[in-house]
C-alpha cells in the first residue's frame, strides 16, 4: 500500500522557520518525484516544490525560491521541505505527492495532474 505521511505543520509568527517531513512507503523511492504543493482556503492548489528522487534535482515555484529548501534522505525514503522568513500569504494546507519520475515534459513538475500519489497534508498558519 502507498502512503505519504506529512508532519512538521504547525502555528509560526512571520519571519519563523519550520520544517516538514513527507515519509513514504508503499513505492519504489528512487523512481519517483516528490513534490511539495499547498492549499489556502478559498484558493486553488499551488505547486511549491519537488525533488527528483533519483537524482536529487530540485524545482520551486517562484513564490518560495530563496525561503523554502527540498531535500530528500533515500535511505529513509522521506523528503524535507525546510521553511524559513515565513510569511503568512504561506498560510495553507501542506500536501506532498509522487509522480512517476521517468516521465518528463516543461512545466511537469509542478503539474499536480501528474502526480498519482498523495499525503493527507498538513496545517502551516503564519500569523503577523
Known amino acids: 500500500e502507498v502512503q505519504l505521511v506529512e508532519s512538521g505543520g504547525g502555528l509560526v509568527q512571520a519571519g519563523g522557520s519550520l520544517r516538514l517531513s513527507c515519509a513514504t512507503s508503499?513505492?519504489?523511492?528512487?523512481?519517483?518525484?516528490i513534490g511539495w504543493f499547498r492549499q489556502a482556503p478559498g484558493k486553488e492548489r499551488e505547486g511549491v516544490s519537488c525533488v527528483s528522487s533519483s537524482d536529487g534535482s530540485t524545482y520551486y515555484a517562484d513564490s518560495v525560491k530563496g525561503r523554502f529548501t527540498i531535500s530528500s534522505d533515500n535511505a529513509k525514503n522521506t523528503v524535507y521541505l525546510e521553511m524559513t522568513s515565513l510569511r503568512p500569504e504561506d498560510t495553507a494546507v501542506y500536501y506532498c505527492?509522487?509522480?512517476?519520475?521517468?516521465?518528463?515534459?516543461?512545466?511537469?513538475?509542478?503539474?499536480?495532474?501528474?502526480?498519482?500519489?498523495w499525503g493527507q497534508g498538513t496545517q502551516v498558519a503564519v500569523s503577523s
Open positions: 508503499g513505492f519504489t523511492f528512487d523512481d519517483y518525484a
Open positions: 505527492a509522487a509522480r512517476d519520475g521517468d516521465y518528463y515534459y516543461p512545466g511537469v513538475e509542478l503539474d499536480s495532474h501528474e502526480y498519482a500519489y
